[in-house]
């Protein structure tokens, strides 16, 4: 992702995760939550164009609580005034802002740190497997970086992104609540996907 980037990956962000919280909080801290995680080495965001056109985006992390951290941490004072902002029109939005930021204390799997954050498609570039690149582009960064232990959040009620996940090697950890709705939190372990391929290998050596 590059800045020029930013504000369609706002737009669809927006558009294609509208329950999010961060949308609520405006453009304003949405380009500066960006521009923040392009610079940081715990976070990658990968975009997909077609003909020039920005046509999706995922962003993927080492480590979703120390990256929620940071960027607090950088940008404080918008964070705040959109956050008293929000508030102040929605006073019940309290706890979705608690609720947010302590995600990572309720999505935590021991030893995986390792964790795809957003990923939207524009609605006219979908059923052309861009997801399944995004999403391997995301899996070599965090193996390059490591980590063999991967783990995404969707709703229960997502049959699509369950259904891409799914073929894409993830299987169901766990549910749980999550702002007044239920959870899957999927799970991919790397080894065993490689284990299980030098297995394969190795029983066609034998037929061989």
């Known amino acids: 992702m590059e800045e020029k980037d930013i504000p369609i990956v706002i737009k669809l962000h927006a558009g294609y995760i509208p329950a999010a919280l961060f949308p609520k ?96 498609i524009d609605r006219e570039f979908r059923k052309r497997n861009i997801s399944d690149d995004l999403v391997q582009a995301c899996i070599d960064w965090l193996q390059g970086k490591g980590l063999n232990k991967i783990k995404v959040t969707t709703h229960t009620t997502n049959r699509g992104s369950r259904a891409l996940l799914e073929r894409l090697g993830f299987s169901v950890a766990k549910t749980l609540p999550f702002r007044g709705k239920e959870i899957c939190l999927y799970l991919r372990n790397l080894d065993e996907n490689k284990e299980n391929g030098e297995k394969k290998n190795k029983l066609q050596q034998l037929k061989s």
């Open 25 to 120: 909080l405006g453009e304003p801290f949405m380009f500066a939550l960006y521009r923040t995680m392009m610079k940081l080495d715990t976070a990658i965001n990968y975009v997909w164009e077609d003909e020039g056109k920005t046509v999706g985006f995922i962003t993927a992390t080492t480590d979703a609580g120390k990256l929620l951290k940071q960027v607090m941490w950088q940008n404080f004072p918008l964070f705040a005034w959109r956050t008293l902002l929000y508030l102040l029109k929605t006073p019940s939005g309290a706890t979705e802002i608690w609720e947010t930021l302590t995600y990572s204390k309720l999505a935590d799997l021991p030893g995986v740190d390792g964790e795809f954050l957003f990923i939207a």
